[in-house]
């Protein structure tokens, strides 16, 4: 499994990012992405909103995983965005989500995908870990992420 060093460059935390929906999340997520990776904008807004079509990527507890695999991804891409304000996201608990993580992988891993999924999900699950990211600095932020704890 790739560490989340290898696909969260510090470049790739935004925090504070004003958005209005899930959708208008996926577009400034997409354009961000665009610009940082080359990866097409209009690929990776549909990959993510044709996961998010499946089922929400909302974990609960003001945590979402928006996530998709597509053949443009050649590398395994994330990027983490701390919303101003929580949007709508379908989560599980019904609680808005602040807290998101991104991620792109290449349409054959599928094995690395859930890993990562995995890893993720049960860092988002420390309740400690998400306080801290909701009031953190960028350093911090890119700290905590990248701690295999």
Known sequence: MKVIGDILPFSRIVLDLETSSKKRLFEQVAEMLESESGLPKEMI???????????????????AIPHGRSSCVQNVTGLFARLKEPVGFDAPDGKAVSLVFVLLVPEQATGEHLEILSHLASKFSDKHIRDELLHADKETVHRLLLSEA
């Open 45 to 63: 807004f549909d990959c993510l909103f044709a996961r998010e079509k499946l089922g929400s990527t909302g974990l609960g507890q003001g945590v």
